[in-house]
C-alpha cells in the first residue's frame, strides 16, 4: 500500500480533501507523489473537481483516473471493497487492484477511455473476493467518461448500487414458488424427493449441492434418494449413511438436535468437497433433518451446501 503521510494545514492536500469523512481523512495523509497521479499541486483542474464532488456525495462513487487507472472512492462506496481491498484500494493502479475480474470490466473501462461512450448497467453479476470467498456480487452502475482540462477523456467515474440482496432475494423467491408447485404434484415421499431435486436443479445455483436420504427403519440406515451436484456413490454422496454417525457428514448431530431448536439451522465448514455446479470448492454446508409428519421420527436428512 501506498505510505500516508501528514498534510500540513493549508496545502493543496488539505484544500482539496476537506470534510470529516473516514476517505477525506485519508486522502489527506496518503502520499500522492507515490501513486501514478503524483502530487496533488501538480493535479488537472478537472481531476480536483471531480475528486472534490466524489468525496461530498454520499452516493457511492469511485474513479479511475488517468493511464495507470488510479482510484478514488468515497465513504458510500467504501462497504463494497471489503476488508481486503479497502483502505488499500486508494491511490492504488486499477488493473493490480481488480485483477480477478479485470477480464470482465477491463474491456469497458478500455473503452470508454479510448472512446468516451457512458454505459449503463442493471443488476450486472460481478463476482468479487471478499475475505476467503468469491461472492456473486450484484450491481446497477453506470460508467461515465469525465473529460480533463484539455477535452480528452481523463477517467472514469463509477456511480453504483450494489443490489445483490434485492436480486438474490427474489431469485430465491422464485425458487421456493416453483419448488412449492413442484411439491403438490407429489404423492409419496419418493415423490417429494424427486420433485424437490428437478425443482432445484432448474434453479439458479444459490444451493451448489443437495442430498436428500430416507430412513429405512428395517435396516436401520439412510438410503440415498436424491441430490444435486455431487456424483451419488461419490465419497460425499454416499448411497447409505448411518443414523449414528457423523461422517461423511454430521447426521447424528443433526438428529439429536431436531426438534430441539425451531428455526435453528446452522451451516458448518467442509472441505475437500468440488461441486458440479461451483468453480470453487464447498466450503460450507448444512445437515439438517427432515420430519415426516408433525411430531413424528424425522424421515429424511438434506445436505443442502453452497460454495460461494
Given at each position: 500500500m501506498t505510505r500516508m503521510m501528514d498534510a500540513p494545514a493549508g496545502t493543496p492536500a488539505e484544500t482539496l480533501f476537506r470534510g470529516g469523512g473516514e476517505m477525506a481523512a485519508l486522502a489527506r495523509e496518503l502520499d500522492w507523489s507515490s501513486t501514478p497521479v503524483g502530487p496533488v499541486e501538480s493535479w488537472s483542474a478537472s481531476l480536483r473537481s471531480i475528486v472534490s464532488t466524489l468525496l461530498a456525495s454520499r452516493h457511492p462513487m469511485f474513479?479511475?483516473?488517468?493511464?495507470e487507472l488510479t482510484q478514488f472512492y468515497n465513504d458510500a462506496y467504501r462497504q463494497s471493497l471489503g476488508p481486503d481491498r479497502h483502505p488499500a484500494a486508494l491511490g492504488a493502479r486499477g488493473r493490480e487492484c481488480w485483477a480477478e475480474i479485470w477480464p470482465i470490466i477491463g474491456p469497458e473501462v478500455d473503452d470508454i477511455m479510448a472512446n468516451g461512450a457512458a454505459t449503463w448497467h442493471e443488476d450486472h453479476l460481478v463476482p468479487i473476493t471478499r475475505g476467503d470467498r468469491v461472492h456473486d456480487v450484484y450491481w446497477s452502475y453506470s460508467y461515465s467518461p469525465v473529460q480533463d482540462d484539455d477535452g480528452s477523456v481523463g477517467g472514469v467515474l463509477v456511480t453504483v448500487q450494489e443490489t445483490t440482496r434485492r436480486v438474490v432475494g427474489e431469485r430465491r423467491a422464485r425458487l421456493?414458488?416453483?419448488?412449492?408447485?413442484?411439491?403438490l404434484?407429489?404423492?409419496s415421499v419418493?415423490?417429494?424427493?424427486?420433485?424437490?431435486?428437478?425443482a432445484l436443479s432448474r434453479g439458479p445455483d444459490d444451493v451448489a449441492c443437495v442430498l436428500l436420504y430416507l430412513l429405512d427403519d428395517a435396516?436401520?440406515?439412510?438410503?440415498?434418494?436424491?441430490g444435486l451436484g455431487v456424483r451419488p456413490g461419490a465419497e460425499a454422496a454416499p448411497r447409505e449413511l448411518s443414523p449414528g454417525s457423523d461422517a461423511p457428514w454430521p447426521v447424528a448431530s443433526a438428529l439429536a438436535a431436531a426438534g430441539t431448536a425451531p428455526g435453528g439451522i446452522d451451516s458448518a465448514p467442509v472441505s475437500g468437497i468440488q461441486c458440479e455446479r461451483w468453480p470453487e470448492p464447498i466450503s460450507e454446508a448444512v445437515t439438517t433433518a427432515i420430519a415426516a409428519a408433525p411430531s413424528a421420527i424425522p424421515a429424511a436428512r438434506a445436505h443442502p451446501a453452497h460454495g460461494v
Amino acid at each position: 500500500m501506498t505510505r500516508m503521510m501528514d498534510a500540513p494545514a493549508g496545502t493543496p492536500a488539505e484544500t482539496l480533501f476537506r470534510g470529516g469523512g473516514e476517505m477525506a481523512a485519508l486522502a489527506r495523509e496518503l502520499d500522492w507523489s507515490s501513486t501514478p497521479v503524483g502530487p496533488v499541486e501538480s493535479w488537472s483542474a478537472s481531476l480536483r473537481s471531480i475528486v472534490s464532488t466524489l468525496l461530498a456525495s454520499r452516493h457511492p462513487m469511485f474513479l479511475w483516473w488517468g493511464p495507470e487507472l488510479t482510484q478514488f472512492y468515497n465513504d458510500a462506496y467504501r462497504q463494497s471493497l471489503g476488508p481486503d481491498r479497502h483502505p488499500a484500494a486508494l491511490g492504488a493502479r486499477g488493473r493490480e487492484c481488480w485483477a480477478e475480474i479485470w477480464p470482465i470490466i477491463g474491456p469497458e473501462v478500455d473503452d470508454i477511455m479510448a472512446n468516451g461512450a457512458a454505459t449503463w448497467h442493471e443488476d450486472h453479476l460481478v463476482p468479487i473476493t471478499r475475505g476467503d470467498r468469491v461472492h456473486d456480487v450484484y450491481w446497477s452502475y453506470s460508467y461515465s467518461p469525465v473529460q480533463d482540462d484539455d477535452g480528452s477523456v481523463g477517467g472514469v467515474l463509477v456511480t453504483v448500487q450494489e443490489t445483490t440482496r434485492r436480486v438474490v432475494g427474489e431469485r430465491r423467491a422464485r425458487l421456493l414458488q416453483t419448488l412449492a408447485t413442484e411439491l403438490l404434484q407429489a404423492r409419496s415421499v419418493d415423490d417429494v424427493c424427486t420433485a424437490s431435486v428437478a425443482a432445484l436443479s432448474r434453479g439458479p445455483d444459490d444451493v451448489a449441492c443437495v442430498l436428500l436420504y430416507l430412513l429405512d427403519d428395517a435396516a436401520g440406515v439412510l438410503r440415498y434418494c436424491g441430490g444435486l451436484g455431487v456424483r451419488p456413490g461419490a465419497e460425499a454422496a454416499p448411497r447409505e449413511l448411518s443414523p449414528g454417525s457423523d461422517a461423511p457428514w454430521p447426521v447424528a448431530s443433526a438428529l439429536a438436535a431436531a426438534g430441539t431448536a425451531p428455526g435453528g439451522i446452522d451451516s458448518a465448514p467442509v472441505s475437500g468437497i468440488q461441486c458440479e455446479r461451483w468453480p470453487e470448492p464447498i466450503s460450507e454446508a448444512v445437515t439438517t433433518a427432515i420430519a415426516a409428519a408433525p411430531s413424528a421420527i424425522p424421515a429424511a436428512r438434506a445436505h443442502p451446501a453452497h460454495g460461494v
